[in-house]
């Protein structure tokens, strides 16, 4: 059965897309059958995956705002294991539109039912914000993985995001279903400061077991690999940040299987 894993944090900039982009391709590496779903305005994902912007017809963003089918807008990509349900930069008005739909948080959860059995693992790269686009992906989600960036003031704002969790629990609850906290990633340590390590003391303390082993580093390799627009881990192979993202692949099997 597909698990669908929304990664999620309102917080700009703290490896987001990095990490749905590494952990499908390093799934892919494991015969894992990935969908990754760009829900982001600003396509990075889309791009990351070697998906010329201009070159589709439907995005995500009709999907939710204008009911077109999920099938129509899914698109192969240069790995035979990973497809991806893009997104398209400068869409206006489309929380104007959805707003007037009273099911409207469950729009991509309704979606999704009929094709997430067709994947190990659903992918949702969330945009940074708490709006109605990212619950619409909390909804539609068995877990999450909230990244966490090793730098000062870490753990800011993860109550609102942890509050807004506990909402979506409760709206799916009504149909007896669960969302999880599935781990928390800290990300983009720099294994030359103090501070990292402090962080990953605080973020320990507060979220325990949730906490995945595997600790993603600060490096090079992995924000060259962004400029370029590929993966790390094809980017890189041997890079460390590519390493740890294979390694956050196996961690996530060994707890899905746990489930
Ligand atoms: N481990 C890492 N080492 C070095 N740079 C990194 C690492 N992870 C991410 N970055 C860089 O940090 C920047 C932000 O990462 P990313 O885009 O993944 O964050 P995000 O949470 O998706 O951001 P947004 O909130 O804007 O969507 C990017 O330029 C990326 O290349
Ligand atoms: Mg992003």
Aim: hydrophobic share 40%.
């Amino acid at each position: 059965m597909g698990i669908v894993i929304s990664i999620a944090n309102q917080k700009g900039g703290v490896g987001k897309t990095t990490t749905a982009i590494n952990l499908a391709s390093s799934l892919s590496y494991v015969d894992k059958r990935v969908l990754l779903i760009d829900l982001d305005y600003q396509a990075n994902a889309t791009t990351c995956l070697g998906i010329n912007r201009g070159s589709f017809e439907y995005s995500v963003f009709d999907c939710l705002a204008n009911d077109v089918a999920i099938e129509k807008a899914i698109l192969h990509t240069d790995s035979p294991l990973i497809d991806v349900l893009p997104a398209r930069t400068m869409v206006e008005g489309i929380e104007e539109k959805i707003i007037t739909n009273t099911n409207r948080d469950f729009i991509l959860h309704t979606k999704l039912k009929d094709i997430k059995d067709h994947f190990d693992y659903v992918l949702i790269d969330c945009p940074p914000s708490l709006g109605f686009v990212t619950i619409n992906a909390m909804v539609a989600s068995d877990g999450i993985i909230i990244p966490v960036q090793c730098e000062f003031l870490a753990m800011d704002g993860l109550t609102q995001l942890l509050n807004i969790i506990r909402m979506v629990q409760g709206k799916k609850k009504v149909n007896m279903e669960t969302l999880t906290v599935f781990g928390v990633l800290l990300t983009m340590l720099d294994t030359r400061s103090n501070a990292g390590y402090q962080v990953i003391n605080e973020v320990k303390t507060y979220f325990g077991e949730k906490v995945f082993q595997t600790i993603i580093p600060r490096n090079v390799s992995c924000s060259n690999a962004t400029f370029y627009g590929v993966p790390v881990t094809e980017f890189s192979p041997k890079s460390k940040s590519s390493l740890s993202y294979r390694q956050l692949a196996k961690e996530v099997i060994m707890r899905h299987d746990e489930t």
